[in-house]
């Protein structure tokens, strides 16, 4: 259980998504205008993450892994369907992030429209399909500590995302050289809060 | 859709061109449209895997532009991320199973990027909001003109990264051992991520200082 | 509008030809692939015991000439040698790592490959590597003289971290700091050899035997490589300590 905790925080502070590994970035700087939208988009990153990385956990263990197949008989011990991770883990978040559009256009057309591209573009945010390479490759012992390390990156990603948002809103009210007003001013302020993130580093949990 | 047959566009068309030119400044990629940062924070820090990167993003989106553009009278709406991703992953796999298989050593270099080129946003955002509603030619062009938008500024920031950080240009040092001896130190920080991020945020500033309709409401 | 029909078999399709193109090409190109990964194993071995010459075309010729002995050495430290045959097809060539070391970790009964290089009548032992970076695996090879102490040379190997900064752990201005380091104290107790944030200097004198400057920028994949080395040679310590013994 412990363990399970550890992993949560540990993906949320020092592992995150966008601070540590500068990943999911192109809709972080895109999307992050008003604290309403990030926090749209941000539940729809923990959502897909949360469910696409024990899903994959599931595929990897049962289906990709070398000796995965063993449960279908001695015969397929030998199987290392490896080669077709990358194809199905993006198929499997392709097809989450295609469920979160139709859910989202129907149920608040007002978000869908301020998300706009970016929100098929979830699919290609780096930091999904990173989180499930990253299980892959951290071999976690079971289900509860891959959903723990999903759900855990979605809120450490939704953080990055609300706080940059709410540091733009207040921005609106300096006075930045107009060249640098909007995307500028998003790009060096996320330098510096990576820079301060990386305090957390050195942290062992 | 009419049945009139349209009267034959020229293949460089100046609405052709522009496709090719304005992703270089205008409708710039990583500086306009915010695609493909992820990657243009990763593979920065030398030259010469940022040029390995772009020239390998012009070949996958020019390819997978004109596939998709091929397709898109027939993809459904409804899946039409999956297949656009099934066809990029695809072929990005293929090429990098042949390289293994019979230019390992090309493939060494280059496996690293097959990753950051499926989850690449610049090549499935151009697939989204060009290839499914255009031709072939004008795609392929989209996909060259974007792709190249996207290798400038990855290499405007790779050689100052490289510089500042190293002090090499392609791994060769250019910066004197005299400079070394007279205190100069090279700066650490600029090879780590968030210098790339501020890198990017002084182009975009240089960029939309000299091109003023770009620049936006506060 | 497209049918639901429509859509399931568009889907359908799509997904069994791309699953076709995908497992043809992996079955028909996975020689050649197997062949071209032996090829790089081979000659990350030969590299780390610095045999020269080595090119693609004649690494399987130069690894059958220059490996003399194989070796799979157990968790008590009882070697049982190979020397007969081609080396390519020796016991200890097609162990897998990874499990093994996976099975260290998990306390269980362990099998670890050493290769023996005799360079020109010197004997160098090859102790294979294998850990986890910042973004996936890396691996590599340490080679130790006869007095299974000091550091003949090492190879680094990754398979995605990041270019320019964690990457450049494969690089011969790395790989050549490792050259002569000691992994053992004037005591005798092991302390392995540490890629130092901060640069060797920082150690104190008498550990700076033991330390290699670490890639700046890299720190993750720096100290995944200080605790690759570690642990692997963890594992290969009941060994060692037999043979030193001796």
């Given amino acids: 259980m412990q363990e399970i905790f550890n992993i949560f925080i540990k993906s949320i502070f020092i592992d995150n998504m966008v601070f540590a590994y500068f990943l999911g970035m192109c809709s972080y700087l895109a999307v992050s205008k008003t604290v309403n939208t990030s926090v749209g988009l941000g539940l729809a990153v923990i ?46 978040i392709a097809s989450m992030v295609q469920l979160v559009e139709m859910i989202v256009e129907k149920f608040s057309p007002a978000l869908y429209a301020s998300l706009g591209i970016f929100l098929p573009l979830i ?3 780096c930091a999904i399909l990173g989180g499930s390479l990253f299980m892959q490759e951290r071999e976690y012992q079971n289900i509860a500590e891959a959903t723990s390390f999903g759900l855990g990156s979605g809120v450490g990603w939704f953080l990055a995302i609300v706080g940059i948002a709410a540091i733009r809103e207040k921005i609106r009210y300096s006075n930045v ?8 001013i998003t790009f060096i302020i996320t330098g510096l809060m990576g820079i301060a993130f990386m305090s957390f580093l050195g942290i062992k949990l | 859709m009419s049945t009139e047959i349209k009267e034959r566009e020229p293949l460089f068309s100046p609405k052709n061109m522009k496709l090719l030119t304005t992703p270089l400044n205008l409708s ?111 795609a392929f062009l989209d996909g060259i003109g974007n792709a190249m938008g996207y290798g400038i500024i990855l290499i405007i920031i790779a050689f100052f990264r490289e510089l500042l950080g190293s002090g090499t240009i392609f791994d060769f040092r250019v910066i004197p051992q005299g400079a070394y001896d007279f205190g100069y130190v090279n ?15 002084v182009i975009i500033w240089i960029q939309r200082y000299y091109t003023r309709e770009l620049i936006e409401e506060n | ?22 497992s043809l090409a992996a079955v028909l190109l996975k020689p050649f692939q197997d062949r071209n990964m032996a090829i790089e194993k081979m000659g990350g071995i030969l590299a780390s015991a610095e045999v020269e010459g080595v090119e693609t075309d004649n690494t399987i010729e130069l690894f059958n000439k220059y490996v003399v002995e194989e070796l799979v050495v157990d968790k ?18 097609k162990i897998n790592m990874k499990k093994e070391l996976y099975k260290e970790n998990k306390g269980e009964a362990y099998q670890l490959p050493i290769y023996i290089v005799n360079k020109d009548g010197e004997t160098i032992y090859v102790l294979p590597l294998r850990g986890v970076g910042l973004w996936g695996p890396v691996w590599g090879n340490i080679a130790l003289k006869e007095d299974f102490n000091t550091v003949a040379g090492v ?35 092991f302390v392995s050899i540490k890629v130092k944030k901060g640069g060797v200097q920082s150690m104190p004198q008498n550990m700076q035997i033991h330390g290699v400057d670490a890639i700046s920028g890299g720190t993750i994949t720096s100290d995944a490589v200080s605790d690759m080395i570690n642990d692997v040679l963890l594992a290969y310590l009941p060994y060692i300590q037999k043979q030193r013994a001796q």
């Fill in chain 3, 1 to 22: 509008m497209y049918t639901n029909g429509y859509i399931f078999r568009y889907a359908a399709i799509m997904v069994i030809v791309a699953a076709a193109l995908l």
């Fill in chain 1, 123 to 125: 699919a290609v945010n």
């Fill in chain 2, 28 to 138: 710039n990629p990583i500086t306009v449209q915010v695609l493909g940062i992820c990657s243009a924070l990763a593979v920065t820090a030398k030259l010469m895997p940022a040029i390995v990167m772009s020239i390998s993003v012009l070949v996958v989106m020019a390819a997978s532009n004109v596939v998709i553009s091929l397709l898109r009278n027939g993809i459904p709406p409804r899946i039409r991320i999956i297949v656009q991703l099934v066809v990029i992953a695809t072929m990005v796999i293929l090429v990098d199973q042949v390289l293994k298989a019979f230019v390992y050593d090309v493939s060494k270099q280059l496996s690293v990027f097959v990753g950051l080129i499926i989850t690449n946003c610049i090549i499935m955002g151009r697939l989204e909001a060009f290839a499914m509603a255009n031709k072939p030619w004008p």
């Fill in chain 2, 187 to 201: 700066n650490g920080l600029m090879i780590l991520p968030p210098m790339a991020l501020i890198t990017v945020g």
């Fill in chain 3, 76 to 93: 008590d430290g009882n070697g049982d040698p190979y020397t007969d045959g081609k080396m390519e097809d020796g016991p200890a060539f």
């Fill in chain 1, 47 to 92: 959502f897909v993450l949360g469910i696409t990385v024990p899903v994959d956990y599931l595929l990897n263990e049962f289906v990709l892994k070398e000796g995965a197949m063993a449960w279908l008989g001695p015969e397929f011990v030998d199987v290392d369907l490896s080669f077709l991770s990358f194809i199905l883990f993006i198929a499997i």
């Fill in chain 1, 177 to 184: 050289p107009p060249a640098l007003r909007g995307l500028g």
């Fill in chain 3, 155 to 189: 190879t680094f190997g990754h398979k995605g971290e990041t270019p320019g900064l964690g990457a450049e752990i494969t690089t011969d201005g790395f790989c050549n700091q490792f050259k002569d380091k000691e992994i053992f104290d004037d005591a005798g107790n």
